[in-house]
């Protein structure tokens, strides 16, 4: 069992940068993909960002590429997700999220999930 929770969302101005954190506890945290998908008012969940095991393997969702950074410390069990000029549709809750299998885009292959931290980007 893996426990996740995530923070560092908040109000920040389009263009703006914030950086979230996904601190986890339970099972060797370097044993598994960490995930970072998205969901807007009234829209699907949507895949951001995912990061391998040791972290030698990243992907990204094309409308965030090179504006996202995934990260990870197995030190401290914590996955992270730097987001840089950021877009107004961009508001969202963020979730981070677990799985023991390899990089994955879909958010059913993923076993753990946090709560969600809420992003609002102002225009």
């Known amino acids: 069992q893996v426990q996740l929770v995530e923070s560092g969302g908040g109000l920040v101005q389009a263009g703006g940068s914030l950086r979230l954190s996904c601190a986890t506890s339970g099972r060797a945290f370097n044993t598994y993909t960490m995930g970072w998908f998205r969901q807007a008012p009234g829209k699907e969940r949507e895949f951001v960002a995912a990061i391998s095991w040791r972290g030698g393997t990243t992907y990204y969702a094309d409308s965030v590429k090179g504006r996202f950074t995934i990260s990870r410390d197995n030190v401290k069990n914590t996955a992270y997700l730097q987001m840089n000029t950021l877009k107004p549709e961009e508001t969202a809750v963020y979730y981070c999220?677990?799985?023991?299998?390899?990089?994955?885009?879909?958010?059913?292959?993923?076993?753990?999930w946090g709560q969600g931290t809420q992003v609002t980007v102002s225009s």
């Open positions: 999220a677990a799985t023991s299998r390899w990089v994955r885009v879909e958010g059913s292959e993923y076993e753990y």
